[in-house]
C-alpha cells in the first residue's frame, strides 16, 4: 500500500530563512509524488509533482523537492521564507486505480512565518 | 481557462437528512475525484468517476453515492448523515492518464447537526 509520512506537524521559520518540510514515503513501485499547499479556507494548489524524471523537482513560488528513493524521502524546502507562504502543506502519492489514481495524503505540516 | 468550481460554499444538515454537493470540472477534464477532509486532517479519497461510471473507490460505505454527467460534471450525495460527515469536501478534475495533476475547486464546508 502507498503511504506518506509527513514528519513535523507544524513548523515556524522566520521570513527570509530557510524552509525545509519533511516527507517520507512508501510505496511498492515508482511512485507519482507531490507537494500540495492549502491557504485557510480555500482549496488546495499544487506546488510541484515528481513523475519519474528529473529527481529535483522545482515548483511555483521558489519551492523544490527532491526525490530521494535510497531514503524514501520526498523533502519540500524554499531558500528563503514570506509571511506569504504561511500555510498548511501536504505532501501526496498517487497510488493507479484502475483507469485512474487516487491521492493518499499525509497528515500535513502547518508552516509559520514569523517577522 | 476555467478552473474547477463547487458549489454550494457551505451548508448546514441534520443528521439523517441527505445533501448533493456539485463539482464542475475544468475545461478539457474529463476525470473527477471526490474528497472528504475532516477538521486538522489531509483529505480522504471517496471515489473517482470517469466517462460517467465510477473509477475507483476509497474506504466511505455506500450511503456515500456519485454521478459523473456527460458535460464530465459531477454530484457528491450522501445519505442518513451523520455527525462525522462534517468536513470540508474537495473535488478535483483532471484528464484520465493516472500521471495527471488533479486540479482541486476550493470545496464545500458541510456540517451536520
Known amino acids: 500500500a502507498q503511504s506518506v509520512t509527513q514528519l513535523d506537524s507544524h513548523v515556524s521559520v522566520s521570513e527570509g530563512t530557510p524552509v525545509l518540510l519533511r516527507c517520507n514515503y512508501s510505496?511498492?513501485?515508482?511512485?507519482?509524488l507531490f507537494w500540495y499547499v492549502q491557504h485557510p479556507n480555500k482549496g488546495l494548489q499544487l506546488l510541484l509533482k515528481?513523475?519519474?524524471?528529473?529527481?529535483l523537482v522545482k515548483g511555483i513560488n521558489g519551492f523544490e523537492a527532491e526525490f530521494k528513493k535510497s531514503e524514501t524521502s520526498f523533502h519540500l524546502t524554499k531558500p528563503s521564507a514570506h509571511m506569504s507562504d504561511a500555510a498548511e502543506y501536504f505532501c501526496?502519492?498517487?497510488?493507479?486505480?484502475?483507469?485512474?489514481?487516487?491521492?493518499?495524503f499525509g497528515t500535513g505540516t502547518q508552516l509559520k512565518v514569523e517577522l | 481557462e476555467t478552473g474547477v468550481t463547487q458549489s454550494p460554499t457551505h451548508l448546514i444538515k441534520t443528521r439523517g437528512q441527505q445533501v448533493t454537493l456539485r463539482c464542475s470540472s475544468q475545461?478539457?477534464?474529463?476525470?473527477v475525484s471526490w474528497y472528504q477532509q475532516a477538521l486538522g486532517q489531509g483529505p480522504q479519497f471517496i471515489f473517482q468517476?470517469?466517462?460517467?461510471?465510477?473509477?475507483g473507490r476509497g474506504n466511505f460505505p455506500p450511503r456515500f453515492s456519485g454521478l459523473q454527467f456527460p458535460n464530465y460534471s459531477s454530484e457528491l450525495n450522501v445519505n442518513a448523515l451523520e455527525l462525522d460527515d462534517s468536513a470540508l469536501y474537495l473535488c478535483?478534475?483532471?484528464?484520465?492518464?493516472?500521471?495527471?495533476?488533479?486540479?482541486f475547486g476550493p470545496g464545500t464546508r458541510l456540517t451536520v447537526l
Open positions: 468517476y470517469y466517462r460517467e461510471e465510477e473509477n
Open positions: 510505496s511498492s513501485y515508482s511512485p507519482s
Open positions: 475545461s478539457g477534464h474529463n476525470t
Open positions: 515528481y513523475t519519474s524524471a528529473a529527481t
Open positions: 501526496v502519492v498517487s497510488k493507479l486505480t484502475g483507469g485512474g489514481n487516487k491521492l493518499t
Open positions: 478535483a478534475s483532471s484528464f484520465s492518464d493516472p500521471r495527471d495533476t488533479q486540479y
